[in-house]
């Protein structure tokens, strides 16, 4: 009975615990079987819906119709959640899906704070009760209460003097929130990550796609400080027309960005045409990234947001050189030299008063000098302490000196870069040269040169990539290949009693050389040069030492290494521009020969986008002289 109680009685007891035992893992089991079964809903409902399709997570992917399908010009693997998520949606959107709303808890968390835009849309397309606040993401909470993105600018820094890499200027997106001032806003920028010091591996990373390009976030005031102080950049700002959730959108997707990165290509796939995705994001009806053209200027994108209907009136915002250059065209040449005595110390404040005696030119001279001392620290020229010391001496002497009696202009802007003349160009032309006459067609993809119209450019600077001309001899009934600039680059900088500047020219292309036999002969060219320049009121004069290493079948030993220089006057009255020009060249290397140009060309602006150019030039080259006398109808876009 005792046993075969205990048994009856052990009989009785193994079901509970089987109940118990069954009871506790279809409790627990139920928790993962409605994971699962809601993940699986949710996944059905997306591919149902062909969520994969929709315009915005196509933007929010970056995905773009190539030869064999959709594929995503982001480079980085940490942007994608599929393995084959750079080239497939649907996959990239199931391990979206899977990764936000899947059973494994850390891993939502992870990726909703990784990815916010993601989560947000998905959220609202599937039905998701969602908190949409982030403040328990540890990076992107704070970010969002600190910067409150309710607005957004576009910043165009224009072109850089004496810096090849950044003649075309720049782009970023400025975020603001609820308060006032600009400086508190944050900087959405796109570049090359390099610390490369070397301009030719530069240039030709840069080409070729070999750099890292990322987006960085950081206060406004910073990139105000480093373009407008440091790198002398004048700097426009352009108000965006977004509502405060098409801003907030395009913030998340920015954070999504965060440490991702794509290859950087100076031309096309580039700090201006990486904002594009940020705008499509904000606002996705835009199509801003369909078509890429060959090259993507930061001055296109700003024509293209304009045509949008994007952007509103434009802000200037002069940078310190620009400020300085002004102050400093109201003061004669003595004065000058007074102001940069004062600037270096070598002048006490309280000797002014003996050697220039109007109170009135005493301001503007403490001011030029005020001004050059702060571009001085700038440039690591002085170090802080000098500036503090002189800065208040010259801040304090000017405060005693009261208001100005004189009736002070308002200083106009210049003209807008968007507002300037397109970029390409195409030449139609004829003339007589060589004894026949001729006609030429040229053709010039970008971008500025010395004699187009300066509105909207820098003036001094030269950038011409890829312009190839073609010219018709009569007399011969045949079409040749005249020139090609591969490329053509120029920056005069004047000096000043502050900055001495190098002016310098880079020319790499192929032209014409002349043949006894007559054939055609194109010599290769590669042609540096550098100098200085000086400004006065409207002209710009310069002298270059220039040296040139030719290549070609019309010169005897097959190449001629030369070395010489230049001399030439930059004009300037209303619409009409004039370059007139002396270059001498001594080859004393492979071919010995001599090369000289003597050239007057002018350019007359007949709207923004016509010009008429008359170009008169004699040659020697190769001990043939050759005079040519050319008129061009010019076309811009």
């Not at 700090?271 to 890429?292: G, H, I, M, Q, V």
């Not at 312009?467 to 018709?472: N, P």
Request: charged share 25%.
């Amino acid at each position: 009975m005792l046993f075969g109680g205990k048994q009856q009685h052990t009989r009785h007891k193994a079901p509970w615990w089987a109940l118990c035992l069954v009871f506790c893992l279809l409790v627990s089991g139920g928790e993962v079987w409605a994971e699962v079964s809601d993940f699986s809903r949710l996944l059905r409902q997306a591919q149902d819906r062909q969520l994969h399709e929709q315009r915005y997570w196509q933007v929010l992917l970056h995905y773009q119709q190539g030869s064999r399908g959709l594929v995503s010009p982001v480079d980085d693997p940490d942007f994608f959640l599929a393995s084959d998520g750079k080239t497939d949606p649907a996959a990239e959107l199931e391990a979206t899906i899977q990764a936000l709303f899947g059973k494994d808890e850390e891993r939502r968390n992870i990726t909703r704070c990784r990815f916010p835009a993601r989560y947000e849309w998905l959220a609202q397309e599937l039905g998701v009760t969602a908190d949409l606040s982030f403040a328990d993401c540890s990076d992107l909470g704070p970010a969002l209460e600190r910067i409150a993105p309710r607005r957004a600018t576009l910043v165009f820094p224009g072109s850089y003097p004496n810096s090849p890499a950044s003649m075309f200027g720049h782009t970023l997106l400025n975020f603001s929130g609820p308060h006032e001032s600009k400086l508190l806003a944050h900087a959405a920028n796109y570049s090359a990550f390099t610390d490369e010091s070397n301009g030719f591996t530069y240039a030709v990373k840069g080409l070729t796609g070999l750099y890292r390009g990322y987006f960085s976030l950081l206060p406004y005031y910073e990139k105000l400080k480093e373009y407008s102080g440091l790198e002398r950049r004048d700097i426009w700002e352009y108000p965006l027309n977004l509502t405060p959730e098409e801003t907030r959108r395009m913030f998340l997707h920015l954070w999504e960005l965060r440490d991702i990165y794509s290859d950087y290509f100076f031309f096309d796939e580039n700090c201006s045409y990486n904002l594009l995705f940020l705008l499509e994001a904000a606002r996705p009806s835009l199509r801003l990234t369909d078509t890429k053209p060959l090259w993507v200027l930061p001055v296109d994108t700003i024509r293209w947001l304009d045509r949008e209907g994007l952007l509103d009136e434009a802000w200037f915002r002069p940078s310190l050189a620009t400020l300085l250059q002004q102050e400093m065209a109201s003061l004669s040449t003595e004065d000058l030299l007074v102001a940069r005595s004062l600037a270096t110390g070598a002048l006490p404040t309280d000797e002014l008063d003996q050697s220039v005696p109007d109170t009135n030119a005493h301001r503007r001279i403490l001011q030029v000098a005020a001004r050059a001392v702060e571009q001085d620290f700038l440039s690591q020229r002085i170090d802080l302490p000098t500036y503090r010391t002189r800065v208040l001496q010259l801040l304090t002497a000017r405060s005693r000196l009261g208001r100005s009696e004189d009736t002070e202009e308002e200083s106009k802007h210049p003209v807008r870069p968007d507002h300037g003349h397109g970029p390409s160009r195409l030449s139609l032309g004829v003339g007589y040269a060589a004894g026949e006459w001729v006609q030429e067609i040229r053709y010039r993809p970008v971008y500025h040169d010395l004699l187009d119209d300066e509105a909207g450019y820098l003036s001094g600077a030269q950038i011409v990539l890829g312009q190839v001309a073609v010219r018709y001899l009569h007399e011969n009934e045949r079409l040749r290949l005249e020139r090609l600039d591969l490329v053509d680059l120029r920056s005069l900088t004047p000096v000043t009693p502050w900055h001495k500047p190098i002016s310098w020219q880079v020319r790499v292309g192929a032209q014409q050389v002349w043949s006894d036999e007559g054939e055609d002969r194109l010599a290769f060219h590669f042609n540096p040069g550098a100098g200085y320049a000086a400004r006065f009121s409207s002209f710009t004069g310069y002298v270059l030492m220039e040296s040139e290493l030719r290549v070609g079948r019309g010169l005897e030993e097959g190449y001629g290494m030369g070395v010489g220089g230049s001399a030439g006057l930059l004009m300037r009255w209303g619409a009409w521009r004039g370059h007139g020009r002396i270059r001498f060249l001594d080859y004393p290397l492979g071919d010995r020969h001599e090369s000289t140009l003597v050239a007057f060309d002018q350019n007359y602006r007949l709207d923004r986008d016509h010009s008429l150019r008359l170009e008169f030039s004699r040659r020697l080259d190769l001990g043939h002289w050759e005079s040519a006398a050319l008129l061009f109808w010019n076309h811009y876009w």
